[in-house]
């Protein structure tokens, strides 16, 4: 059987403004991508009493990136500085591009009382970096797999409609809900890396069990994927990509390849460069999230395994 890698999620709090929790599985010290993804965090189920106590995170900076929103539960009103006022509710998925610079916040609408979901972010490949900014909205329709249903959000999955979603490298995105005891054989693109991420229910994954929160990968050269179901309803959220070979400095909300170009990019943040713009129709504690310090020394860059 295929060795599958696992990675275990670390809690990590989201910002010092928003009262929110989450479980982060890349980056990793052990894996920097899955294809062009590199960065998971899986956040919920958790009750919304008041505004305050779900997402809100103000506007803050990115470059070199697209973010994915995909949420099981609740909703969350974007806002961005290329003028985007968007609400991603369950099922659907906000896709932006930051390319040379791009300002957003995300904020927990009123009406939700229990937000859950995943925050994905896509390396973009160094021909890509310096793009314009986007937005991309998608809401896929369940369709049916054995045992269960899936919702491809990016690209395409065993015969399902391909996304319309637009990336800059080969991609694949999809919600898996498996009923107990489903035997899975799952046929996919063998030129992509993948993982699975369980939200809820156990699995074993390619011969490995998987909890709650594990994240487990396979490398490229596989034809089909192998998926068991416990003895309770699982969803899952299934990520592949080409393997990735770009290296990347990936600091804060920054990416960028080198150190000089994630440092310009924080400078010209703070000093409020027309690059990034400004975010119109946000209320909140604060107007922006300032950019912490650069750590000492420079910072190094990532490839497919880790630190350079």
């Known amino acids: 059987m295929t060795q599958v890698q696992v990675i275990r999620p670390r809690g990590v709090a989201l910002s010092d403004q928003a009262k929110l929790q989450v479980r982060r599985t890349l980056p990793n010290r052990e894996r920097s991508f899955v294809g ?20 809100d995170v103000p506007p803050h900076p990115h470059t070199g990136l697209q973010t994915v929103s995909w949420l099981f539960d609740g909703a969350l009103e974007h806002r961005d500085s290329g003028g985007v006022h968007a609400v991603v509710r369950a099922g659907e998925i906000n896709l932006m591009t930051s390319g040379h610079g791009i300002t957003h916040s995300e904020v927990t609408t009123p009406e939700t009382t229990v937000l ?3 925050q994905l972010w896509i390396a973009l490949p160094e021909r890509f970096r310096d793009t314009a900014r986007a937005f991309q909205h998608h809401a896929p329709v369940a369709q049916a797999l054995p045992g269960g249903q899936a919702l491809v959000f990016i690209g395409s999955l065993a015969g ?12 694949l995105g999809a919600e898996l809900r498996l009923a107990p005891g489903t035997d899975l054989r799952l046929t996919v693109d063998p030129s992509f890396e993948h993982a699975l991420l369980v939200d809820r229910g156990t699995v074993t994954f390619q011969g ?35 393997p990735f070979d ?27 460069h027309e690059r990034f713009g400004s975010v119109e129709g946000y209320v909140g504690a604060v107007d922006r ?20």
Do not use: K
């Open 246 to 272: 770009d290296e990347i400095v990936m600091w804060w909300n920054f990416i960028g390849g080198d150190h000089e170009y994630v440092a310009l990019a924080r400078e010209q943040y703070e000093a409020g």
């Open 36 to 55: 062009a993804w590199c960065f998971v965090d899986h956040y919920g189920p958790d009750p919304i009493r008041e505004r305050s106590d779900g997402m």
């Open 116 to 118: 859950h979901g995943v």
């Open 208 to 242: 490995q069990p998987l909890e709650r929160g594990e994240l487990g990968l396979v490398d490229d050269g596989l034809s089909a994927l192998t998926i068991t179901v416990g003895d309770e309803s699982t969803r899952l959220v299934l990520l592949g990509g080409e």
């Open 289 to 308: 999230i300032p950019a912490p310090p650069l750590p000492p020394g420079r910072l190094r860059p990532r490839g497919r395994w880790g630190r350079a």
């Open 160 to 171: 399902i409609d391909e996304s319309p979603i637009v990336t800059h490298t080969p991609l």
